[in-house]
């Protein structure tokens, strides 16, 4: 269930998060709603305690008894997730946007592109391959934070850890459930190590032969 719930957040967040990072980003005054919309839109969901979110709406939105409004504890779990983290990554995608030299954008913008299109083939693809290590750091905390659902009843791996330990009064299941989570994020850390480590060397050897 962990794994369902980091799945489907996680490809959400990676698109909707891009979206809010370029609307930011959009200049002039015809932009200004926009972008604030997107300013405060970030503010607000990193400022609130991500359990927080997620008992209001897995509580709060089926309480409301609305028609056509789903109900269900896992679908506003997992939003409540996608809502928070998208303001997170929204802000790693704006720093690797703002990364990107002007000069870049000016280069695609001469060669007669508008600028959309320099944004979605120059400008949006380096600051992708420039985020990508925090990116993952992120995720390693989405992946960890998916037990937070449990709150709202759903049998993820700490509530079924919790559901054992009441019936048979032994925390053996908790240690399970911690190495079972070690699984998945120790080997994502490693990689984001991996990464971060090559592009390291990447830069050190674009250095020498310049």
């Known amino acids: 269930m962990n794994v369902k719930i980091f799945c489907i957040a996680e490809v959400v967040i990676l698109f909707t998060a891009l979206g809010v990072a370029v609307l ?3 200049t002039g005054p015809v932009f200004f709603p926009v972008r604030f ?3 405060v839109y970030a503010d607000f969901f990193r400022g609130i305690p991500t359990i927080l979110l997620i008992y209001m709406l897995g509580f709060g939105i089926p309480a409301l008894q609305l028609s056509g409004v789903p109900t269900s504890e896992l679908f ?3 939003v409540a997730l996608i809502l928070v983290y998208t303001a997170y990554v929204s802000e790693v ?6 990364s990107v ?5 000016a280069a695609a913008r001469s060669l007669g592109l508008s600028h959309g299109q320099s944004l979605r083939y120059v400008v949006i693809p380096q600051a992708v391959r420039r985020v990508i290590p925090p990116l993952l750091n992120d995720f390693i905390g989405l992946q960890k934070d998916t037990a937070l659902v449990g709150v709202l009843g759903v049998v993820e791996a700490f509530r079924q850890t919790q559901i054992n330990q009441a019936d048979t ?3 053996t299941p908790g240690i399970v459930a911690a190495v079972l989570f070690l699984l998945i994020t120790v080997p994502l850390t490693r990689f984001t190590d991996w990464l971060i480590a090559r592009d390291r060397r990447r830069r050190q050897a674009t250095g020498v032969l310049a």
């Open 37 to 39: 919309f997107a300013v």
């Open 76 to 78: 506003w779990g997992t």
């Open 24 to 26: 930011r980003g959009l």
């Open 101 to 105: 030299h002007p000069s870049q954008n």
């Open 93 to 98: 995608y704006r720093a690797g946007i703002e």
């Open 169 to 171: 009064f032994n925390f």
